[in-house]
């Protein structure tokens, strides 16, 4: 079992930034992919970015690529996304995924197997 709290969410203007935590308990965090989505009202879940186990590298959505980056600190067993230079449309609610199986990171939702009870971000124009 894995349990998964994100933090650091809130209202913002456009233009400004936020950095979102996530902190992971119950399992070894250091063996295990990562991964950041959003879903706005109306809409399907959407993949933002994840992250491999060691931190090596990242990939992200292209509506994100160049204003968001994924990190971690596998000695605090934490998660982050700092979001910078934010838009009206980045609204949503954010939610880090724990990816407990395959050998490379994903960005498809119905490869993680835990999920936190996500974090309210809401950009103003």
């Known amino acids: 079992q894995v349990q998964l709290v994100e933090s650091g969410g809130g209202l913002v203007q456009a233009g400004g930034s936020l950095r979102l935590s996530c902190a992971a308990s119950?399992?070894?965090?250091?063996?295990?992919?990562m991964g950041w989505f959003r879903q706005a009202p109306g809409k399907e879940r959407e993949f933002v970015g994840t992250?491999?186990?060691?931190?090596?590298?990242?990939y992200y959505a292209d509506s994100v690529k160049g204003r968001f980056t994924i990190s971690r600190d596998n000695a605090k067993n934490m998660l982050y996304l700092q979001m910078n230079s934010l838009k009206p449309e980045d609204t949503a609610v954010y939610y880090c995924?724990?990816?407990?199986?395959?050998?490379?990171?994903?960005?498809?939702?119905?490869?993680?197997?835990?999920w936190g009870q996500g974090t309210q971000v809401t950009v103003s124009s």
């Open positions: 992250i491999n186990w060691s931190g090596a590298y990242a």
């Open positions: 119950g399992r070894t965090f250091s063996h295990y992919h």
């Open positions: 995924a724990f990816q407990g199986t395959g050998n490379y990171p994903s960005s498809s939702f119905v490869s993680y197997d835990y």
